[in-house]
Structures are given as C-alpha cells and as structure tokens.
C-alpha cells in the first residue's frame, strides 16, 4: 500500500519507529502530529520573505475576494449607503495604516485570536453613551482605526465592526450596505499597504481568483433575497447572535493556543 510505503520511507530518514499513518494522518503512536506546513506559519523573526510564499498568497486570494463580494454587495444596495460612516470609516483606516507603517508588530497567533474575539464584547460592555455607533463620526474613526489595526496584526477585522454597526438606528439594509462599503475601502487598503510593505507580495492564479471572485459575488446575489425577506427586528437578532458565536470561537481558539503545551 502506498501508505505504507510512505510511512517506511519516513521512518527511515527520521529513525523514529513509532511513526505510522492512519487514512491521511500521521502519527506517532496513538498522538496524531500536526501538519508540518511551515510556508503557511513562517517565523516572522528568523525566516525570509520566501519563507511567507503561502500567507502571502492566502492574504492576497482573501483580500481580492473580499473587496470583490462587498464591492458588488454596496453595488447591489448603493441606495441605501450612508456616505457619513464610509467617510468616518477610510479616515480611522489612514490614520490606523499610517501608524503601523512605522511600527513593526507581529503578535503571537492566539494573543490576535484573543483581541479579535474580545473586541466585540468589549464594544458591547461600554456605557450606552459612548457604544460605538455608526452614525457618529469620531466613533467611526475609532472603529476604523481599531478595526484596520486588527486587519494589519491579524488579516481580518473580526466581528468587531459588525457590533459597530449594530448600534445606532440604521436598518438592516443601510447596515449592510454602508458595511459593505467600509468593508471594500478597508480591504482594498490592506492589499495596498501590503503590497507596498514587501518586496514579493502575495500573487494568485488568474483562474482561482475568477472562480473566487464569481462564487462571492453569486452568495452576495442569493444573500440579497434573504435579506429582503428579514425584518430589522430577526437581522439585528440574528446578527447578533452570529457576533456572540464568532467572538467566544476567536476567544476559544487563542485560548487553546496559548494555554496548550
């Protein structure tokens, strides 16, 4: 069996003889090991730019779906943007992209899990009269600049700015599309700011970043309809609950990384 003779060949060049496979793991005994993929978690402090070939590239086919999906969803809902926080939102993401250009930063994987997952909690816990809303500018800034500060350390913003927009009195269709707008901004930004930090930024295969592309902008197609059959009252519900779920599994996830041997 071709397992077998895998398994043989490793034992053989690690002289570790408790090294075997069952389906498509590896295992040393009765403990699966984890997947050694060091392209895909490079060591920021000892490898080279070749090193991030892989997180370059994932970064790279993320950022191009995402401004790809919100770009068509703000088309889709382009009468119901609210120009104020889009505004709100770029400049918190200058001034946040300004500052991280001249520190260099990488946190440990769960410690970004932990400030993504804790975000929208802490959000939510501040008194009613300074909970981030959407309809105020300074808060926007803020959020902005929170939010693309996270996208710099982590790769994404987490559900921090969802909470964002859960505030205020917009409803569920001036949510997702002024959403929908920061959203493109802020990723098209990133790709930008990264870009321009490497020297080899991350680069995609033309066919796999059109099938990404087309499949986003298909969800964000079959998404609009459900949307319209939703009151203000299920989206907000909803919404929110999707928020709690996603925030305790960052917050679960960092913990187990930081907290296991």
């Known amino acids: 069996r071709i397992d077998d003779l895998c398994a043989a060949s490793i034992r053989a060049l690690s002289g570790d003889a408790g090294l075997h496979f069952r389906g498509r793991r590896l295992y040393r005994g009765d403990k699966a090991l984890p997947p050694f993929a060091p392209h895909l978690n490079p060591a920021p402090v000892t490898d080279d730019f070749g090193s991030f070939r892989g997180a370059a590239d994932a970064m790279a086919l993320r950022a191009v779906t995402q401004i790809a999906s919100n770009g068509w969803r703000a088309l889709l809902w382009w009468r119901h943007i609210r120009p104020m926080p889009v505004v709100a939102h770029v400049v918190g993401c200058l001034l946040a992209l300004g500052a991280w250009s001249l520190v260099l930063l990488v946190p440990e994987r769960g410690v970004a899990l932990l400030l993504l997952g804790v975000s929208p909690f802490l959000a939510q816990a501040l008194p009613p009269r300074i909970r981030p809303n959407p309809e105020r500018p300074l808060h926007g800034v803020i959020v902005g600049a929170i939010s693309m500060s996270l996208m710099v350390l982590t790769g994404v913003s987490g559900p921090l700015l969802d909470r964002h927009f859960l505030g205020g009195a917009l409803d569920r269709r001036q949510i997702v599309a002024t959403k929908a707008a920061c959203q493109a901004f802020g990723h098209g930004m990133k790709l930008a700011y990264f870009g321009a930090m490497v020297a080899d930024p991350g680069q995609i295969?033309?066919?796999l970043a059109v099938m990404a592309v087309l499949a986003?902008?298909?969800?964000?197609?079959?998404?609009?309809?459900?949307?319209?059959?939703m009151s203000d009252t299920t989206y907000r519900l909803w919404a929110g609950r999707i928020v709690t779920v996603l925030g305790l599994f960052y917050i679960g996830q960092g913990s187990w990384l930081l907290l296991a041997p």
Do not use: F, N
Not at 216 to 228: C, N, V
């Open 205 to 207: 295969e033309p066919w």
């Open 216 to 229: 986003s902008m298909t969800g964000t197609m079959l998404a609009k309809r459900l949307l319209e059959a």
